[in-house]
């Protein structure tokens, strides 16, 4: 396994970000599921697919888009 150059400037990128946020939010769900379940249910019956997908794509973007001089994973 290589890691990209400036491993510790990783903080900056995007994803990286995207997955503090999801890590976050995860463990929120797992200590308090009751408290989650009551947000899921809060949501339109449309709304709740589309979650999982703006999720899917928000981390798809952040990975694939560059922004300024960082580096990409090789």
Known sequence: MNFIDDINQAWRFASVRL???AGI????????????????GA???WARPLIGL???A????AR???VGGQDTPQ
């Open 54 to 56: 703006a999720v899917f």
């Open 19 to 21: 997955a503090v946020i």
């Open 64 to 66: 694939v888009t560059k």
């Open 58 to 61: 928000a981390a798809t973007l």
């Open 43 to 45: 949501l339109p019956e």
């Open 25 to 40: 939010i995860a463990a929120w769900a797992a200590a308090y599921p009751q408290d989650f379940a009551q947000l899921v």
